[in-house]
């Protein structure tokens, strides 16, 4: 079975301070993708990133990073400089499977707090 | 860019009513999906539909119906609405290519329904 495991509830930092939030996940499948979404305030899901199971380069977007390690079944996510404006909850998700409505997983999110 | 409206940011209703929630999306997606939120369980999958008329129960359908009458148009249907169905509700849609794909999910920006 699938899971997803973001072991981090909430975190609080301070304005431009580094920040990683932790994604663990299990799959049998060896084909599969990996996602990460933002839920600023306003409730909406932001898509950030897909990843699949054969690609296990890191991706680095302006102040935003992934490391994806298949050794430990993980897909981090860092925050450079971390803004206000960051402030949201930030949701792990995986999808195993070739079709394409096959069914997302979600973690229970990490809330992220900057405080100015 | 993809919009997905969802018809009411927020709802009150009583016990035991029936309650429609309407989700609309723009971009001739095949999959339509509806999901709950709830603190600390993350997204939970309640329906989701590959196709006009189809629909395929996800994680926690019971107490819940779908339609899909149009391709752009996917309604989450309450029978008879109980208290332990408060929550935020978020609909999301996808293109589907036929192959494997797992493209991103584009969310709205949900309805908090409140049950009395």
């Known amino acids: 079975a699938q899971k997803v495991t973001q072991a981090q509830t909430e975190i609080s930092v301070v304005e431009k301070e580094d920040v990683t939030l932790d994604c663990v996940y299990e799959t049998r499948d060896t084909t599969y993708y990996l996602f990460w979404y933002k839920q600023p305030p306003s409730g909406e899901l932001v898509f950030l990133i897909r990843?699949?199971?054969?690609?296990?380069q890191n991706e680095i977007s302006g102040r935003y990073s992934w490391n994806f390690q298949k050794s430990t079944s993980s897909f981090n996510f860092t925050i450079t400089a971390s803004q206000v404006v960051d402030s949201a909850v930030y949701f792990c998700?995986?999808?195993?499977?070739?079709?394409?409505?096959?069914?997302?997983?979600f973690g229970s999110g990490t809330r992220l707090s900057i405080r100015p | 860019d993809v919009k997905v409206t969802q018809s009411s940011r927020y709802l009150v209703k009583r016990t035991g009513e029936k309650v429609f929630l309407e989700c609309v999306q723009d971009?001739?997606?095949?999959?339509m999906f509806w999901y709950r939120q709830d603190p600390g369980l993350g997204l939970r999958l309640i329906y989701f539909s590959y196709d006009v008329k189809m629909k395929e129960k996800g994680d926690i359908p019971e107490g819940y119906s779908v339609s899909r009458e149009k391709k752009e148009r996917f309604s989450l249907i309450l029978e008879s609405a109980s208290t332990n169905q408060t929550s935020m509700y978020l609909c999301?849609?996808?293109?589907?290519?036929?192959?494997?794909?797992?493209?991103?999910?584009?969310f709205g920006d949900g309805t908090r329904l409140s049950i009395l």
């Open positions: 999301a849609s996808s293109p589907g290519t036929g192959g494997y794909s797992n493209q991103p999910q584009h």
């Open positions: 998700a995986l999808s195993e499977g070739l079709s394409s409505a096959s069914k997302i997983i």
């Open positions: 990843r699949n199971s054969f690609d296990e």
């Open positions: 971009m001739d997606h095949e999959n």
